[in-house]
């Protein structure tokens, strides 16, 4: 499985359970790409509501460059951009396999 490595900032609502956050990466050419999302859907570990904190977008590589992925967050769990992006070129940095 692929991850996007990624930073949650703020907490949207925690009026229920899951907390919902925002949470950010910014792709190959330094475009920043939003994302509002449970938090269990972006980490295994406890809620704290501490920012910024470390979290992954799971996604499938599409394509390898030399120096990035194109990736789809449409699988595994459809996570949309906030601008309504599925597709990214992500630096080679950004993805861990687990």
């Known amino acids: 499985m692929s991850y996007i490595k990624a930073i949650a900032t ?3 609502d925690d009026s229920s359970y899951p907390e919902v956050v925002l ?7 330094g475009k ?7 938090w269990p859907v972006l980490s295994d570990k406890k809620f704290i509501n501490q920012f910024p904190t470390n979290c ?3 996604c499938t590589v599409i394509k390898e460059n030399t120096e990035s992925y194109i990736v ?5 769990w459809a996570i949309e951009s906030e601008e309504g992006y599925y597709e990214f070129e992500i630096s080679k ?6």
Request: charged residues 25%.
């Open 93 to 98: 940095s950004l993805i861990i396999n687990i």
């Open 56 to 58: 992954v977008i799971g």
């Open 32 to 38: 920043k790409h939003e994302f509002i999302e449970k």
């Open 23 to 29: 949470c950010y990466f910014f792709d190959f050419n």
């Open 10 to 12: 703020k907490l949207i």
């Open 72 to 76: 789809s967050t449409k699988e595994p």
